[in-house]
């Protein structure tokens, strides 16, 4: 699973597939985000892990030709993923989601319906539950976390309010 929150802690995206770790996967799903948005951030903040590294250039390929730094490479910011505001974020969709989808597996392997060794039964669960979790993170990002209040937090400079409000509206 990978997502994208910006300083407004807005979730912009999140994709669930097989892996999480692939770098070409994490860029695609970056391109996807860009083309259905058709707005392009003049900084992105990653963290330094090896699924990064892709959408790091693609971002820094396609800022380029942008006028307002000199540097592309200056416009992607590096930082531990602690730092990313999104600890809160991750225990959410935990308690939410994860939990759930862990019981129903737990379910089918107890009674001999699943062998999480097995990379048939892996691929086969893959594609049923890949469509359905996907949904669920789709309404999980609209509904609960979009539209969440964000109390006032002491020693950060990050707008409270409502994540939406905050992207759409941000003060001038």
Same mark, same amino acid.
């Given at each position: 699973?990978? /997502?994208?929150?910006? /300083?407004?802690?807005?979730?912009?995206?999140?994709?669930?597939?097989?892996?999480?770790?692939? =770098?070409?996967?994490?860029?695609?799903?970056?391109?996807?985000?860009?083309?259905?948005?058709?707005?392009?951030?003049?900084?992105?903040?990653?963290?330094?892990?090896?699924?990064?590294? +892709?959408? /790091?250039?693609?971002?820094?390929?396609?800022?380029?030709?942008?006028?307002?730094?000199?540097?592309?490479?200056?416009?992607?910011?590096?930082? =531990?993923?602690?730092?990313?505001?999104?600890?809160?974020?991750?225990?959410?969709?935990?308690?939410?989601?994860?939990?759930?989808?862990?019981?129903?597996?737990?379910?089918?392997?107890?009674?001999?319906?699943?062998? =999480?060794?097995?990379?048939?039964?892996?691929?086969?669960?893959?594609?049923?539950?890949? =469509? #359905? #979790?996907?949904?669920?993170?789709?309404?999980?990002?609209?509904?609960?976390?979009?539209?969440?209040?964000?109390? +006032?937090?002491?020693?950060?400079?990050?707008?409270?309010?409502?994540?939406?409000?905050?992207?759409?509206?941000?003060? +001038?």
């Amino acid at each position: 699973m990978a /997502a994208s929150i910006p /300083a407004s802690r807005k979730l912009l995206w999140l994709r669930i597939w097989v892996t999480n770790s692939d =770098p070409k996967v994490i860029g695609r799903w970056y391109l996807e985000y860009l083309y259905e948005a058709r707005i392009m951030p003049s900084m992105i903040r990653l963290d330094r892990g090896t699924e990064t590294g +892709t959408m /790091a250039t693609i971002h820094a390929f396609l800022r380029r030709n942008h006028d307002d730094m000199d540097d592309p490479c200056e416009s992607i910011i590096y930082g =531990p993923s602690t730092s990313n505001q999104i600890e809160r974020w991750w225990r959410e969709l935990h308690e939410r989601m994860e939990k759930y989808f862990k019981e129903q597996l737990n379910w089918l392997k107890d009674r001999g319906h699943y062998n =999480p060794h097995s990379e048939r039964d892996r691929m086969l669960l893959a594609f049923l539950l890949i =469509p #359905v #979790v996907q949904k669920e993170l789709d309404l999980f990002r609209t509904v609960v976390w979009n539209s969440h209040k964000i109390r +006032t937090q002491k020693d950060t400079a990050l707008p409270d309010g409502i994540p939406d409000h905050i992207y759409n509206f941000p003060e +001038t």
